[in-house]
């Protein structure tokens, strides 16, 4: 298992990862494109990918300039292996060495993302649009867990 930063020629195997999760699905997988994962991956922020066997089975994309966690997905079988804290915990640490504002993140209600999240410290703000919880950390809660 290889965990390292995302390239661009990563982006057709993330797209591949983000169409086969089971929830927090894109009502369209268009809505998505490979021009947003280039943006975010090189303009925005930064993204790590996790490989196995040469197959990209986990990504992570945070964006500085909103302050927010822009994905974290992991291929269904490739699940409860702790692949999703790795990626998690790579990309705050390299988050909060950049800027020491809150970071949000918008998730599903009742999904196993909402779990992963609460027992990753993060803090329940309210909603996000209609059908998400919203969810921060701080950079204070970050290096004092």
Request: charged residues 30%; neutral net charge; contains cysteine.
């Amino acid at each position: 298992m290889l965990i390292r930063e995302a390239k661009i020629e990563d982006i057709s195997q993330i797209q591949v990862v983000r169409n086969s999760v089971k929830e927090n699905t894109l009502s369209d997988p268009k809505l998505v494109t490979d021009n947003d994962c280039e943006e975010f991956i090189l303009h925005r922020g930064k993204g790590w990918v996790c490989e196995i066997n040469n197959m990209i089975v986990g990504f992570a994309i945070v964006d500085l300039k909103e302050n927010n966690i822009w994905a974290l997905f992991l291929h269904p079988q490739f699940e409860k292996k702790g692949i999703g804290l790795q990626l998690h915990n790579i990309m705050l640490n390299w988050y909060f060495k950049q800027t020491k504002k809150t970071l949000w993140l918008g998730t599903a209600f009742n999904t196993r993302a909402e779990v992963f999240y609460r027992k990753a410290g993060w803090k329940e703000v309210g909603k996000h649009g209609d059908k998400e919880i919203k969810f921060e950390m701080s950079f204070d809660d970050w290096v004092n867990k």
